[in-house]
């Protein structure tokens, strides 16, 4: 099952309440995913340098050491800072430089995202308790999409919980589940793109990141991805500056659109857009099987 | 009338409410309010009471509705009046996959656009969409009828045995099995009778009959030296 979820404002009017508006939505879909939940959110761009979120088993984890330890390391600058489990580190440096020295010489602190504007935030357990445990209605930004999970081909642990990113600033959420992931899995290897779990839905992540990387538009990597990836999928895509949701030919995994003047929501099933703002008028529909439904930043 | 509000009550409570009335029916008219897309509202009914739902409605409202007259004053999720066995169920608004799914009985009118498989299995239902159906619509449709005043996707009747298909619009392609057919004077008439039931004014002549090649669905004796 899974329920996956997602909104993007199209003006500043609802920014300072995107995670107020988008609680609820994440909430509603407990029924369709009660194991794990997770979101990326946009906003809080750096301007320069890169911003990470990582993530610690141990809820006292000394990130300080860790940003000083950066610091000397790469001899650069860190703000960071703590939330729950999970710490946003912003770092003057080239994040591939970033990314190898915390694998080599943290391997305990697990990388959820990097980008300019994105973080991701997951844990296992009830959706209403990774809502409040993050803090989430208080957080603000230009989109969001999250992911609440129930477990099917790998196992309730926070390597399985959703939303995966494998790419800067770009994240995937998926509902449903992929026939040739294991295959696809090892050509991207080839190609340098980096897994950290046997996970489905990371390699749909790493297709795109790397259909990106060559030079593909949001939009070209998503045709690709509808030629190459086999199974059923509702995706629902965040990029730095854009938002995408696509169905597989067959369209058998629920999806519903949900689109206003000031914003974009997508949901798996209605329910979880009854409390957003005008949703009585909102332009409500079902996306079709095979098409591409983009939303980007300074293109329309 | 009776009026139950969902933001008060549970669909279980709803659904209590509804079924009691099959063994002493006290109130004919029921309205629910504030639905809000939850799913299976006024399943299994089996009275002959009018029901009003206003608002959209989640999955497989009416489903088994047995009497009833529904009406959804919005949109319903999939697989609306699945397996309906009698009465009616309308949506004002769209109508996501599988509506009228394995449905034997009754008339269901969809006054917008339905999704896909669209009267998939039908048994022998009335089904008909103002609007237009999507990909795999009447998927081996075994009686009944389905109406389609707009366009019908990919596959339309794909392995269909003896429903009766009627599109006025475009058929994106036929599924396997299914053959555009002449309209004789009762199919005419069937659309208008139809049309009548459902309340809706279309011109008969306008629309296309579909039905099944007879190729598929029961084993052919020729095939007989393969075993």
Partial sequence: ???????????????????????????????????????????????????????????????????????????????????????????????????????????????????????????????????NMFNLDKMQGSHIIGHTRMATESAVTMAGSHPFSTGMDLCLVHNGSLSNHNRMRQELKRNGIHFDTENDTEVAAGYLTYRLQQGDSLHQALENALKELDGFYTFTIGTKDGFAVVRDPVACKPAVIAETDDYVAMASEYQALTTLPGIENAKVWEPEPSTIYVWERGSN | MKTIDLAKETVRDLNQALHDQASACTETEWEVLNPKGQHNLAVGVDQKLKIDIKGHAGYYCGGMNKEADIVIHGSAGQGVAENMMSGSVRVKGNASSSAGATSIGGLLVIEGDAGSRCGISMKGSDIVVTGSVGHMSCFMGQAGTLVVCGDAGDALGDSLYEVHIYVKGQVKSLGADCVEKEMRPQHIEELIELFERAGIKEDPHAFKRYGSARQLYNFKVDNASAY
């Fill in chain 1, 1 to 131: 099952m899974c329920g996956i979820v997602g909104l993007y404002l199209k003006n500043d009017k609802y920014q300072s309440r995107l995670g107020e508006l988008f609680a609820p939505m994440m909430i509603a879909m407990t029924e369709r995913g009660p194991d794990s939940a997770g979101f990326a959110i946009y906003g809080d761009a750096v301007e320069s340098g890169i911003k990470f979120t990582l993530r610690h088993e141990d809820e006292n984890y000394d990130w300080e050491a860790l940003a000083k330890a950066i610091e000397e390391a790469l001899v650069t600058k860190v703000d960071w800072f703590q939330n729950n489990k999970v710490a946003v580190f912003k770092v003057e440096a080239d994040a591939d430089l970033v990314e190898n020295y915390l694998r080599e010489n943290h391997p305990d602190v697990l990388i959820m995202s990097a980008g300019s504007s994105i973080e991701i935030l997951k844990e296992v357990g009830l959706p209403e308790r990774i809502v």
